[in-house]
Each structure stands twice: as C-alpha cells, then as structure tokens.
C-alpha cells in the first residue's frame, strides 16, 4: 500500500523559545543550512510521498512560504551563474503543499481534523513538529519498513516507539505490547500493541516504551476524532482515538534504531544543532 500524504502539525506556539518565536515560527529554527520543518519534509520525501499537509496558526504562513517557488530571486541566482542554489530551491517545485489553520489550540487530534477533508487516502502519514531521528534511516523511513512488512496493513496503524526511563514515562503515551506475537514477528523491531495508555504514573506504566511524534494512520481514526470532537472533550486526542479503535484495527509499533532529537526545547534544539548541523 502506497504511502503518498503527510500531516505536519506546526501550530503551536512555541513558548519555550520566546522571544524568538514572537516572530519567527520555532519550526524555521536553523540546523545547518536549513530549518527544522524542511528536515521533516524531506523526511517525506524520502519515502515518496509529495502530497503534504501544513496545520498552522494564523501568523506562521512563513513555513509554507519557505517551500514555494520565488521566480525572482532564480532569476537573479540564474543570471549570477549560482547553480547549486538553484537546485536546491528546485527540490520541492515538484511537491504538493497544503495549508490549514488551526484557530484554537484543542489538542493534536484537533490539530489533524483541520486536515481531515483534505485526506485522499486510505493511510495517511503523521509528523509533529519536534521529533527528529539521527541515523541510517530516519523516522518515516523505519516507520515504512514496518509497515510493509504487515501482511495485513489496509486497516493497521503504527507508531514510533523509544524505549524511555520508567521516571519520564509520564511524559509520553506509553503502550503495552503482546510479548507472544513478538515470536514471531516479521521485523525485530515490530510490536503489536495490546493497550495504550496517556502520560501514566510510573507506577501504573504498563511498560517503558514511549509513542514519538510519527505515525501512520488509517483514516478510520479521522471519523472517530471526528466523533470525539461532537462530543463533551475539551482537548482531542490521537491516543483517545487509537484507544478508541483499537478492537477494530490492528496497532503497530517499531521502536525505531537512532538517536531521537527533540528541537521541542532549547535544549534539545542546542543538541540537534550539535548532532546534525
């Protein structure tokens, strides 16, 4: 099953790098040459998809307007003889960009119901903004690999896993896994999930294997947050969803091999720039 949208979740408001974020959105935050959020939408096309989903605040129009063509300014590169800046502002001429605003800040589930009209597809893949991954594949690329690797994927989603310090499992949604299907499980790194629980006590965690900000979903979870959303929930939520659905598709997990960058905080930011810059 062919994988061709992605979801990219860039409204908030990133307070913890104010006063920067005051007018630059954190998700233009450099690493090297470029910014955060073109690392995740080359992270999308490393895997073919070209069809791509900005959810945005009003004031952040600056991270989709990083991606569109300029004829202007490749005139004068052009006539300055500069062709290797050239193809680098060429490589997304060929890629689908798609703008919706989140308005309130209701949750990451409400967050992906700006996009649900937009969905094409059966699978949709799911990128929040903070998450890198630093190794051989990225994220989206490992995330793929265990999915095809489903015998059975129409009706599937699966998450990226990390195992975490049982003292900051209350920081994550964190799942149980079925330890006999693990026998025999296509890839090494695959899990079946049996239970998801958000942000639990360490006491009550059912395990230390904590969900990373990438998914692939299918769109039967737009309809249930979609039914969430007509309900009495003040913040909707993709784990209450999955939670939700859980008797009726089959959830994955790959703990993904890496090192995970969380540009969320200045410190995580400091270290991505570090490891990747």
Not at 13 to 27: I, Q, S
Not at 104 to 128: C, P
Request: hydrophobic share 40%.
């Amino acid at each position: 099953m062919k994988l061709t949208q992605a979801i990219l979740p860039v409204a908030g408001l990133g307070t913890r790098f104010l006063p920067w974020t005051k007018v630059v959105p954190k998700e233009l935050l450099p690493i090297g040459n470029q910014p955060i959020i073109a690392l995740l939408v080359d992270e999308c096309l490393s895997v073919g998809i070209n069809d791509i989903c900005f959810v945005i605040n009003r004031g952040k129009e600056a991270i989709p307007q990083y991606f569109y063509s300029m004829p202007g300014l490749e005139q004068e590169l052009s006539k300055r003889g500069k062709s290797h800046l050239l193809e680098e502002l060429a490589r997304y001429h060929n890629v689908n960009f798609h703008v919706v605003y989140q308005d309130e800040l209701h949750g990451d589930g409400h967050a992906l119901l700006q996009a649900r009209d937009w969905i094409k597809g059966d699978m949709t893949a799911v990128l929040f903004g903070d998450d890198l991954i630093a190794g051989k594949e990225n994220g989206l690329q490992q995330l793929t690999k265990g999915f095809a690797s489903l015998k059975d994927p129409k009706n599937a989603a699966m998450l990226c896993l990390q195992e975490v310090e049982k003292k900051l499992v209350s920081k994550y949604g964190i799942v149980d896994v079925d330890a006999a299907w693990q026998k025999t499980a296509p890839l090494e790194r695959l899990r079946k999930v049996k239970t998801l629980v958000e942000k639990p006590k360490p006491e009550n965690a059912p395990s230390n294997l904590g969900i990373v900000g990438k998914y692939i979903i299918p769109k039967v979870i737009f309809e249930k947050l979609h039914q969430i959303e007509g309900g009495s929930h003040s913040e909707i939520r993709l784990i209450d969803a999955l939670i939700a659905e859980k008797e009726k598709i089959d959830i994955y997990g790959y703990v993904f091999e890496g090192q995970r960058l969380d540009t969320g905080t200045p410190e995580g930011y400091k270290e991505a720039v570090r490891v990747l810059g």
